[in-house]
């Protein structure tokens, strides 16, 4: 088994409790999406249900990818995630003469310039079992490519269990 693929599928790490305290990390895969910005949040909470043992504490989450991103933003009305999406492209449009990392097709070093300028992460506290989010807040996967995949993301969860 390559190397790489080994590690996909032993690296989350068991819930670590001392006394109170409790440190949980796990790796999995979102699902492929086309280019856009995709709500996640119930997805991610799918994948970390010992998030539900905390008290109080912080979920840390992470994408393992140069071309995708992880924001928070408003998660009641669909037009958000189209105006973010038709702006980025107004930034860093398809196919610019001005890229020179050209290899991977004409969408792929626009989506690393989006994925900088979106971030790679997202840090949410949690409160009595729960993500603390604002009323209209979701956590979004930014897919800035046509074709990404599916997409690697760690959780890390940290704080004082019930």
Same mark, same amino acid.
């Given at each position: 088994?390559?190397?790489?693929?080994?590690?996909?599928?032993? $690296?989350?790490?068991?819930?670590? $409790?001392?006394?109170?305290?409790?440190?949980? @990390?796990?790796?999995?895969?979102?699902? /492929?999406?086309?280019?856009?910005? %995709?709500?996640?949040?119930?997805?991610?909470?799918?994948?970390?249900?010992?998030? !539900?043992?905390?008290?109080?504490?912080?979920? %840390?989450?992470?994408?393992? =990818?140069?071309?995708?991103?992880?924001?928070?933003?408003?998660?009641?009305?669909?037009?958000?995630?189209?105006?973010? #999406?038709? =702006?980025?492209?107004?930034?860093?449009?398809?196919?610019?003469? @001005? $890229?020179?990392?050209?290899? #991977?097709?004409?969408?792929?070093? /626009?989506? =690393?310039?989006?994925?900088?300028?979106?971030?790679?992460?997202?840090?949410? /506290?949690?409160?009595?079992?729960?993500?603390?989010? !604002?009323?209209? @807040?979701?956590? $979004?996967?930014? #897919?800035?490519?046509?074709?990404? !995949?599916?997409?690697?993301?760690?959780?890390?969860?940290?704080?004082?269990?019930?």
């Amino acid at each position: 088994m390559a190397d790489w693929l080994w590690w996909f599928h032993n $690296y989350n790490r068991e819930t670590v $409790y001392s006394d109170n305290e409790m440190w949980l @990390q796990k790796r999995f895969a979102l699902k /492929p999406r086309p280019r856009g910005f %995709h709500l996640v949040t119930e997805e991610l909470l799918g994948f970390v249900p010992e998030l !539900g043992q905390l008290r109080i504490g912080i979920a %840390h989450f992470f994408v393992q =990818h140069t071309s995708a991103s992880l924001v928070l933003n408003e998660n009641a009305d669909p037009s958000v995630r189209r105006d973010l #999406e038709n =702006h980025l492209r107004s930034l860093a449009p398809d196919g610019s003469a @001005q $890229y020179t990392h050209t290899l #991977e097709g004409a969408d792929d070093m /626009p989506a =690393h310039i989006k994925s900088c300028l979106m971030g790679s992460s997202v840090t949410v /506290p949690i409160g009595d079992g729960r993500l603390l989010l !604002g009323t209209w @807040q979701g956590i $979004y996967l930014g #897919e800035h490519r046509d074709h990404g !995949g599916s997409r690697l993301v760690i959780a890390t969860l940290n704080g004082e269990a019930f």
